[in-house]
């Protein structure tokens, strides 16, 4: 207790503090939303990780910094912590540059999809090789009367989804991708689909709207994965369930470079802790063992509480 109240015994650690909280970030964007230097930042994020207030995550060359869980103590007073904080002076502030750096990599996602969208199958397959996992992926989604998939990409899953659902919504927030998506649907003969442009964080759906959502790597893009899993909470129907398929966590850097990956894929104890958050349960996780070569795949279903 002594080593947490040291540890948060400065303005500059409160506000730190403050912005973890709400998402996970590299020492680069901190620089950014605090407005300090990377040495100062530096010196804050040891003393508050020492402490347990906080936890740092490795992905390749980067390291993001969360809010831990390590302190149980700082666990316990969270709830109250957090309140105070928003009686902070610079808490808007900081709460605004926050939000700026958010959308530095959205926009900067975007820009990528849209200028890569004829090019993406064969970008995927060649620089990220993961094994063949989509019928076990189409073994876990539930027969519904309506379906959704979130980052269709060209609409490759589409067609099977079909199957699975009297009425299936693709979205995307790329009009380029969007647009491959209807080039396919129209060649196959598709009907039943029906594409939409959309964020994942915003979803163009109304509260309770669909029996289950689908997501094939796609929250590695994700700029705040938690917050894309709790928008898709909010347009599941009470009982029905979130079908993920994504990258295990790999050392790939490539993949950041070269595909506007956020994250270098994901932990099993992650995923679980985040579809727990965002009020999913009886969550399961498949790992899809890979080939030389390739990468692992995970499957994770959860289901919305009723």
């Known amino acids: 207790m002594l080593e947490l109240f040291k540890a948060l015994a400065d303005p500059c650690r409160l506000r730190l503090t403050g912005v973890l909280l709400a998402g996970e970030f590299t020492v680069q964007e901190l620089t950014r939303i605090m407005d300090m230097g990377q040495s100062r930042i530096s010196r804050h994020l040891r003393i508050l990780t020492e402490a347990g207030v906080l936890s740092v995550k490795r992905q390749g060359t980067w390291s993001y910094y969360r809010a831990g869980e390590?302190?149980?103590?700082?666990?316990?007073?969270?709830?109250?912590?957090?309140?105070e904080l928003e009686l902070l002076p610079e808490r808007a502030r900081d709460l605004a540059k926050l939000a700026t750096v958010l959308e530095e990599r959205h926009r900067k996602s975007l820009e990528f999809f849209e200028g890569h969208a004829r090019q993406w199958?064969?970008?995927?397959?060649?620089?990220?090789?993961?094994?063949?996992?989509?019928?076990?992926?189409?073994?876990l989604i539930p027969q519904v009367s309506r379906l959704l998939e979130i980052g269709v990409g060209t609409g490759a899953l589409l067609p099977a989804l079909a199957g699975k659902a009297q009425r299936v919504i693709g979205v995307d927030h790329s009009p380029a991708m969007l647009e491959e998506a209807r080039r396919r649907m129209l060649?196959?003969?598709?009907?039943?689909?029906?594409?939409?442009?959309?964020e994942m964080t915003h979803l163009p759906l109304s509260d309770a709207d669909t029996g289950c959502v689908v997501a094939n790597m796609v929250l590695h893009h994700a700029a705040n994965p938690l917050a894309v899993l709790q928008e898709m909470v909010r347009v599941l129907e009470p009982g029905g369930c979130v079908i993920l398929a994504d990258l295990a966590r790999h050392e790939r850097e490539v993949a950041r470079e070269q595909l506007a990956d956020q994250w270098l894929g994901f932990e099993d104890a992650e995923l679980a802790a985040w579809f727990g958050a965002a009020g999913l349960e009886q969550v399961e996780i498949v790992r899809v063992a890979a080939q030389p070569g390739q990468e692992d795949v995970l499957l994770v279903r959860g289901r919305k509480q009723g």
């Open 121 to 139: 199958d064969s970008l995927t397959r060649t620089l990220l090789p993961v094994p063949e996992y989509q019928e076990r992926l189409l073994g």
């Open 70 to 83: 390590d302190n149980t103590f700082f666990c316990a007073i969270r709830p109250s912590f957090e309140r």
């Open 187 to 198: 060649a196959e003969g598709q009907d039943g689909i029906e594409l939409r442009l959309g």
